[in-house]
C-alpha cells in the first residue's frame, strides 16, 4: 500500500507522523494553523522509548547531538539543599533534554521540502467511502488517511468525537522559564505540594519548570516572575538565581490539563495522533514520547496494509492501551508530588530506598514506559 495523508498540526506529533509517513514511502500533507512553524520555548526529555522512536525517523543522531544528558531522575533534593538521591559524577543516565524548538526542527528537517502549509486553519471535515475532506477558510483538499494531530483542543476530535469531554484540569499550575545557566546535572526538588526541575540545555541554558497545586485554572499575575519567585525565594541554589536570571518574558505560565479516555483513536479513515488522542500531564515526560511512538505505529500500520481502515484499526488497539495509562499514570504521579499530604511519605519512601536499587531503576529499560521498542518501518519499495 502507498498513498497519501493529510495531517492536521505541524507540532512534534504532526510531523513525526509526516515523516514517519515519508520514510515508507507515502506523501503527507501537513496543515498547521499557526503563520509561522515553530514550538515556544521551553526544555523537555526524552526517554529511551522516545529516542529509539528517532532512531527509526532516521533523526536519532542529529537528535543525540542537539541534546544534553539531565540527571533530574537522579538527583533528587528537599528544598533546603538535602540530597535524597544523588547520581555520581559519570554516572549514565537514560533521559536526554532537549530544547523544543530543537526536536522540532529536526522534525522538519525530516520532511520533504514543501510539505507544510502553514496559515491553514482547519475547520470542517467530512469522509466518504475513498477519502477525506477537510476544508479551510478559502480551501479545502482530500487525501487518505486523515490524522489529527492538532493538540490538546483538537478541532478533529471535536468534530468526530462531539461527545468527548474537554480537557480537565488537574488542580496544578506550572511556570518554566529558560536561563543562561553552566554546568547543572539536571535535579527535581521536592517540596511540600510543589516540585521544581531542572533540566540541562545545549549552549550553556538550563530548562526549569516549578509545578505547584491551584484549585482553579486561570489564576495570573500581572508579574509572572516575580510570582513564582515567591514560592521558591528560599529554595536552595541556585533556584531563585535561575528564575532572576530568566527574562521576564521568558516566564510562561500554564494550567495543567489531559484528557479523559476517548473509547477509541479511529473513525474511518481519520485517526488521531499525540495530545489530540491523549495529552497527558507532564509529570512523567511522555507526552512528545508517546506521539513519536503513535506515528512510527501508524507509519508501520500503513506499510503492512492491506488497507488504510485496517491499518488504522490496528493502530487503534496497539496505541489506546498503552498511551491511556499513562496519562492515568502521569495523572497520579501529577497528584502524589504536589500534595502536601503526600509529600513526608513521598520523602521518606524516596530516601529509604537503597541507591543500587534506585540507579537500577534509571537503566534504559528501568521501567515499561522506558523498555517499548518502535516496530520496523520498511523503506519504500521501488516503483516498477
Ligand atoms: C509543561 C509541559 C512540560 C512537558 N514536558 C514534556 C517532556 O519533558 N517530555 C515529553 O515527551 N513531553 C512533554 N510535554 C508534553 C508535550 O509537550 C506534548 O505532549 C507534545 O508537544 C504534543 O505534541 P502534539 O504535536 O501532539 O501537539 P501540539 O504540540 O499541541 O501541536 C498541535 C499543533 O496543531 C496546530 N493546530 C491546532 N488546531 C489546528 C487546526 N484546527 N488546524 C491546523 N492546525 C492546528 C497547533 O497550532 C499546533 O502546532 C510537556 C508538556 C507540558 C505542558
Not at 69 to 97: I, K, V
Not at 107 to 124: F, I, K, M, Y
Not at 259 to 270: H, K, M, N
Request: charged share 20%.
Amino acid at each position: 500500500m502507498n498513498g497519501q495523508a493529510i495531517v492536521v498540526g505541524g507540532g512534534i506529533g504532526g510531523l513525526a507522523a509526516a515523516a514517519a509517513l515519508h520514510r515508507i514511502g507515502w506523501q503527507a500533507l501537513v496543515l498547521e494553523r499557526a503563520d509561522e512553524l515553530g514550538e515556544i520555548g521551553a526544555g523537555m526529555s526524552q526517554a529511551p522509548n522516545a529516542m529509539r522512536c528517532l532512531d527509526a525517523l532516521a533523526v536519532g543522531a542529529q537528535a543525540r547531538a542537539a541534546a544534553v544528558p539531565t540527571h533530574s531522575a537522579g538527583n533528587l533534593r528537599l528544598p533546603d539543599g538535602r540530597y535524597l538521591q544523588r547520581a555520581r559524577p559519570g554516572d549514565p543516565t537514560p533521559l536526554l533534554a532537549f530544547h523544543r524548538a530543537d526536536l522540532h526542527r529536526l522534525l522538519l528537517e525530516a520532511v520533504p521540502a514543501g510539505s507544510v502549509r502553514t496559515g491553514t486553519e482547519v475547520t470542517g471535515l467530512h469522509q466518504d467511502r475513498d477519502q477525506v475532506t477537510v476544508t479551510w477558510k478559502g480551501g479545502e483538499a482530500a487525501a487518505d488517511p486523515l490524522i489529527g494531530a492538532d493538540g490538546i483542543r483538537s478541532t478533529v476530535r471535536r468534530l468526530l468525537w462531539p461527545d468527548a469531554p474537554p480537557p480537565r484540569y488537574l488542580g496544578r499550575t506550572a511556570w518554566l522559564g529558560v536561563a543562561p545557566a553552566e554546568g547543572l546535572p539536571g535535579s527535581v526538588t521536592m517540596g511540600p505540594g510543589a516540585y521544581f526541575l531542572i533540566h540541562p540545555l545545549s549552549r550553556d541554558r538550563a530548562y526549569w519548570a516549578y509545578v505547584t497545586a491551584c484549585s482553579r485554572p486561570g489564576v495570573r499575575h500581572d508579574d509572572e516572575k516575580a510570582a513564582v519567585l515567591g514560592h521558591v525565594r528560599n529554595w536552595h541554589d541556585p533556584i531563585p538565581a535561575l528564575i532572576a536570571a530568566t527574562p521576564s518574558e521568558a516566564v510562561t505560565h500554564i494550567d495543567v490539563h489531559d484528557l479523559d479516555p476517548l473509547p477509541s483513536y479511529v473513525d474511518g479513515r481519520v485517526a488521531l495522533l499525540g495530545d489530540a488522542a491523549h495529552a497527558m500531564s507532564p509529570d512523567r515526560g511522555q507526552g512528545a514520547g508517546q506521539s513519536l511512538e503513535d506515528a512510527v505505529v501508524l507509519a508501520a500500520a500503513l506499510a503492512a496494509g492491506p488497507s488504510v481502515e485496517t491499518a488504522l484499526r490496528r493502530y487503534d488497539t496497539e496505541r489506546r492501551p498503552r498511551t491511556q495509562a499513562t496519562v492515568r499514570g502521569a495523572r497520579a504521579d501529577g497528584r502524589r508530588t504536589t500534595s502536601p499530604a503526600a509529600h513526608r511519605w513521598m520523602t521518606t519512601m524516596v530516601r529509604l530506598m537503597p541507591a543500587t536499587l534506585w540507579r537500577k531503576g534509571l537503566t534504559p529499560d528501568g521501567n515499561a514506559t522506558w523498555r517499548w521498542r518502535p516496530p520496523h518501518l520498511p523503506a519504500p519499495r521501488a516503483e516498477s
